[in-house]
């Protein structure tokens, strides 16, 4: 009998061992999903949870009418809201029938059919931040879910978490997603509170870095429930020394943009600056069907957004402030440099920056830019045209909350 048990024991053992390596081989990210920031479209910051079938069919087609999908724009994510209140008898998520008439399968075969990519939301918690139907106790089931459906992305809340680790409960779910086979970029919307990019790198694509995002240059909205969101220079300034964590596949992101919600030209202009500037994701959050002429030329401003998609991956960093003008620089692939001069201040600036007098260090990454060896063109790309090179001195009058925005190519 001692004899039986013992041999039981044993191939249980090897059962569980052979289990475990598949387990281990399985964990972790689909590695390789976004080698550039990405780029789309998220439906909570003009819609919040008045989402519907009919609004993402509209973005989608607009999205490729407009030339926003050949500039990249090519995730539509449905943030929060998309579900009912309760799961099915099997413990599914249920999208709610009356915004999504024809299933989701059938949405996200559509937003397919154009050439784009699809995400949903949830959240690590018991409830969502919405108060839908949370993941915690269902990632297996809902990462099997989420690859039937056919999605290419998921945003991963941080609401109604008490109790439970962030770094644990988002590695569950990554583990989930790997387990479930179809590759899902993982983004993790933890909100900074746990310093997601010390440990995010192998558990998800992206992460976010901050609170929530609020159409203003640099204020503090505060929430009657004790909570706040933040101007896009607040957020940008938010976080020191976490640039060295960012790069391809594990970037710090600063949230969707507010580019055409509420600020004027000029702040839109310096906020899609910034987040090109910080290798942030760029994903949308405007009403397409409202959007202006000059939202879309931002939007779409290809010199810009090649300081973005670089493929070295460096996110910028503020190297010196000249009388409340804040210069950011960006190390580029082929030696080239991004720089752009922002005016924090309330009155117009005028700018004289003598290159030879600046020599600029990356000490994160090692780069540097000596302009007293070297000389660079100097390309303007909002105006997308030379402007001399690094012998003479820079000269500009930017005004207040406007952007200058430079690329030096040796």
Same mark, same amino acid.
């Given at each position: ?224 429930? &004790?909570?706040?969101?933040?101007? #896009?220079?607040?957020? %940008? *300034?938010?976080? @020191?020394? !976490?640039? /060295? ?113 600046? &020599?600029?260090?990356?000490?994160? #990454?090692?780069?540097? %830019? *000596?302009?007293? @060896?070297? !000389?660079? /063109? ?33």
């Amino acid at each position: 009998m001692k004899k039986i048990v013992l041999l039981f024991a044993l191939s249980l053992s090897s059962f569980s061992f052979g289990q475990g390596n598949t387990h281990k081989q399985q964990a972790g990210k689909f590695d390789g999903l976004a080698m550039i920031p990405p780029m789309g479209w998220n439906s909570w910051n003009t819609f919040a949870t008045n989402i519907d079938e009919k609004l993402v069919k509209e973005t989608a087609d607009i999205m490729v009418s407009s030339g926003l999908a050949a500039a990249g724009y090519n995730y539509i994510v449905l943030d929060d809201g998309w579900m009912t209140h309760e799961r099915d008898v099997n413990g599914d998520l249920v999208p709610d029938p009356e915004k999504f008439p024809n299933g989701m399968k059938a949405l996200i075969d559509y937003v397919h059919s154009k050439g784009l990519k699809f995400g949903l939301y949830n959240c690590a918690g018991t409830k969502t931040c919405a108060g839908y139907p949370g993941t915690r106790g269902y990632e297996y089931q809902d990462a099997r879910f989420y690859a039937k459906l056919g999605i290419d992305f998921l945003k991963y809340d941080w609401c109604n978490t008490e109790g439970i680790t962030a770094k644990e409960a988002y590695a569950t779910m990554s583990n989930a997603l790997k387990t479930a086979g179809r590759p899902i970029v993982f983004s993790l919307c933890e909100w900074g509170d746990n310093q997601p990019w010390e440990w995010g790198k192998p558990i998800g694509n992206l992460w976010r870095i901050s609170g929530d995002i609020y159409p203003c240059f640099d204020c503090e909205f505060k929430h009657p429930e &004790n909570w706040s969101s933040w101007g #896009f220079m607040k957020i %940008a *300034d938010m976080r @020191k020394d !976490i640039r /060295k964590y960012s790069g391809p596949d594990h970037w710090n992101d600063f949230d969707m943009m507010e580019v055409g919600n509420e600020m004027n030209n000029t702040e839109d202009k310096t906020h899609f600056a910034m987040w090109c500037m910080l290798s942030s994701p760029l994903f949308t959050g405007n009403d397409y069907r409202k959007m202006t002429k000059e939202t879309l030329a931002i939007l779409t401003n290809k010199e810009l957004l090649s300081v973005n998609q670089d493929k070295l991956g460096i996110q910028g960093f503020k190297y010196v402030i000249l009388d409340g003008v804040e210069v950011w620089v960006k190390p580029l692939s082929d030696g080239a440099w991004a720089v752009s001069f922002v005016n924090r201040t309330e009155t117009s600036k005028k700018v004289n920056f003598d290159w030879k007098k600046n &020599n600029i260090k990356d000490a994160d #990454f090692g780069y540097e %830019a *000596d302009f007293t @060896k070297t !000389i660079f /063109k100097v390309k303007d790309l909002w105006k997308n045209k030379e402007v001399g090179n690094t012998k003479k001195v820079f000269t500009a009058e930017i005004a207040s909350h406007d952007v200058v925005t430079l690329k030096l190519i040796p």
